[in-house]
């Protein structure tokens, strides 16, 4: 089995910080990419950010400049630094991890989501 558990969520004021975690743990082989997605109510799920084993980036345009993505591979834990926060990046964040388990079944596996919420 292969658990993905995030923590960092909560409230924070528009242009303030949050830093989120993402834990991956279980059955783990090797892990490939691992990214962050969100959604906000009324809306689909959309990609923020993701980084390879070998540390390429990608992001939302909506996030370049003010959200940075990373991993320490020898943790198994992707983090999301994000600052300048604004009222429309409140969603509920979860995490992805595209991995290779133990038994060598490779998947992408989900995060259970932290709320993040921007609001003075």
């Known amino acids: 089995q292969v658990q993905l558990v995030e923590s960092g969520g909560g409230l924070v004021q528009p242009g303030g910080s949050l830093r989120l975690s993402c834990a991956a743990s279980g059955s783990i082989f090797s892990i490939y990419a691992m990214g962050w997605y969100r959604q906000a109510p009324g809306k689909q799920r959309e990609l923020v950010a993701t980084?390879?084993?070998?540390?390429?980036?990608n992001y939302a345009d909506s996030v370049k400049g003010r959200f940075t993505i990373s991993r320490d591979n020898a943790k198994n834990t992707v983090y999301l630094q994000m600052s300048s926060l604004k009222p429309e990046d409140t969603a509920v964040y979860s995490c992805n991890a595209d991995l290779l388990t133990t038994t060598i079944t490779r998947g992408h596996y989900w995060g259970q989501g932290t709320q993040v919420t921007v609001s003075s």
């Open positions: 980084i390879t084993g070998g540390g390429t980036t």
